[in-house]
C-alpha cells in the first residue's frame, strides 16, 4: 500500500522514486478514518499470530500492527494502536485451538494466585479489572514479551519427562546450587520454601505472577536454537548445608529454544530465550 508521507514498506522490493514519494496516493487522503479502521481490522494481525512452519521449527511472520502499519502512513500508525484491534488479537489468541492454553495462562499471571482456580471466562475482562488503566496492547506485550517469549536458567542431564508427571532430582554442582538459590529467593516465601513448605510463587515488577520455572534439556541431543526443551516447575524444594538440595520438579509445558548463552560468573550455568509451544 503506497504511503504519502514516509519512505515506503520495509521489505518492499519495488524501486520508490523521488518523484513518486512526492506525489504519493492521492486517494489516500479522501478516504476517511471509519474507512481506515475497517481496511485494518480486515488484515490487522498482532505478534505470533501468522505462522510458517516446516519439519523443524515455527516461525511467525512479521506482525501487521507492530512491522507493516507504522511504516505505511501517520494515520496507519496511528489506527495500529486502537484498543479495538488489540483486544480482538486478544480475543483471537485465547480462542485459538493450539495456543489459547498458553494465552490463558499468561491472562492468569496476570490475576492474583487465588484466581487460578476459579472460572475462567471472563479472564481478559478480570485482568483489565484487577489492573485499572492497562491497555489491550499492553496486555498484549507483557504476555508476548514475558510469557509466551522468555528467558529462563537450563538444566542439562539426559531424562525423559512426560508433561504433568512429577520427577525429582538432587542438586549438587556448584551452577545448579545457585539456580535453585535464585529461583528460591525470587519466591514470595524464600525461606519457608528452601524448607519443604508449598512455594508460594512471586510478583515482577510488572505485576505477573512468577512460580520458579527453568529449562530441562534433555541429553544427549545436541544443544542448539531451534531444538525442544521441557518447561519445568519447581514445586517442592528442601535445601541443605552448602546449598545442595532435593527438588521436585512438574513439567508445564514444551519450548522451542532460541539465543543460548553461558553465565561464567555463575559457574557456567546454561540461559536460553525460549518460545512456548
Known sequence: MPSTDDEGIPGSHTPTTTQDRKEGFPQFTELTEDICRIIISYVADAPHELEVRNSRVTRYHPAGMTSIFPYVSKTFAR???VEDNWKEALLRQISHEEREHIWKSGLRRMLPLEYSMSNETDL?????NHLPGISYKEIYKRIFTRHVHFEAPMFLMPCSVRIGEIYGLHLFEPRYRRMIRDL????DNPESARRGEPI???????????????IHFCLPHRLKRGAMAALVQVVWCRVYEQDTADVQLMPVGWVQLGDIWCQRDQGDLFYSQATRL
Open 79 to 81: 489506527l495500529a494502536d
Open 200 to 214: 508460594r510463587p512471586g510478583v515482577t515488577p510488572d505485576g505477573l505472577l512468577q512460580p520458579p520455572l527453568l
Open 184 to 187: 528460591m529467593d525470587a519466591c
Open 124 to 128: 481478559l475482562d478480570d485482568a483489565r
